[in-house]
């Protein structure tokens, strides 16, 4: 009974130090959006099904990065799960007190649109709350050995890295201007620069099993090209989620695609370095 009371208020101690921590990370990662005016009135006019959608995507890829770092200590599925939950709280009382200081949300303002603009900013504040641990302390990655991920880990750490860009770039309005402007050429010439960035910073990255591929060739395939398609249906999903793609035809599709996946290849390529 009294060691259990010795070991009850340090654990309480680390825990509150490691919500502290998720506070600011889920500020870190979800300042520019907070900010960002596209995403004030996408939390007012985004279609409901396509807001649930998005925050019911978000559970799997939010539970994934919870067993890959999270922001407490403790290890296991059960461990994560609580850190995930706990993590989208983090996210919503993040959001909800920024956007009330920054004015956004006006007391006495209409529920649906404070609830919308809430929930659009859950997702990437609580992927900053439980990339905490890694991102604002010295104790690295918090669960594990990087090293030892899958090749399937290293594609859903492509994922993660590429949404967490994508969902910074997909609500402006530069996105769907800069498709409008460019060429089939341009187009292109964005996709062959985005694959060899995306197999530069992979390498430099150090993506675990690279070296057992061998030949760069081989590597190529298979985790750079394999990548950018996950890139590409990243991009198209979150176009998708914020109605980028409503009333365009299939090149301006292919074009907006093609575009957000050029930022979409550099946070998926550095992934390491992002979650």
């Known amino acids: 009974m009294s060691a259990a009371a010795t070991l009850n208020p340090p654990d309480e101690r ?9 506070f600011g990370g889920a500020l870190l990662f979800s300042l520019p959006l907070l900010m960002t005016m596209e995403m004030w009135w996408f939390g007012f006019t985004l279609d409901r099904a396509r807001l649930a959608i998005f925050l019911l ?47 956004v949300i006006e007391p006495g303002g209409p529920l649906r ?8 900013q859950t997702v990437p504040a609580a ?4 990339l905490a641990r890694k991102q604002l302390s010295g104790a690295g990655r918090g669960k594990g050995d990087e090293d030892e991920a ?22 402006t309005e530069e996105m769907i201007l800069i498709a409008y402007r460019i060429t089939p050429w341009h187009a292109l010439a964005l996709v062959a620069v985005s694959l060899t960035l995306m197999h530069v910073i992979v390498y430099l990255a150090g993506f675990a099993g690279q070296e057992e591929q061998g030949h760069p060739v081989t590597a190529f395939f298979h985790f750079t090209l394999a990548g950018y398609g996950l890139v590409l ?20 599709m292919v074009d907006a695609v093609v575009v957000l996946s050029f930022p979409g290849a550099i946070g998926a390529a550095a992934a390491r370095l992002l979650v």
Not at 14 to 22: C, E, N
Not at 60 to 88: E, K, W
Not at 234 to 250: E, K, P
């Open 57 to 103: 995507v978000g559970l799997p890829l939010l539970l994934g990065i919870a067993l890959y770092a999270g922001f407490s200590r403790h290890q296991g599925l059960l461990h994560a799960i609580q850190d995930t939950f706990v993590a989208i709280a983090v996210g919503m009382i993040t959001g909800a007190a920024l956007l009330l200081l920054f004015g």
């Open 113 to 120: 649109q404070s609830v919308g603009q809430i929930a659009l």
């Open 150 to 171: 899958s090749y399937f880990g290293e594609l859903f750490l492509m994922v993660a890295g590429a949404l967490f860009i994508a969902l910074n770039m997909a609500p």
């Open 14 to 22: 680390d825990y509150a130090r490691d919500l502290g921590r998720a």
């Open 127 to 130: 992927m900053g709350a439980l």
């Open 233 to 252: 249906l990243t991009s198209l999903y979150v176009l998708w989620i914020f109605g980028r793609t409503d009333g365009h035809n299939i090149k301006e």
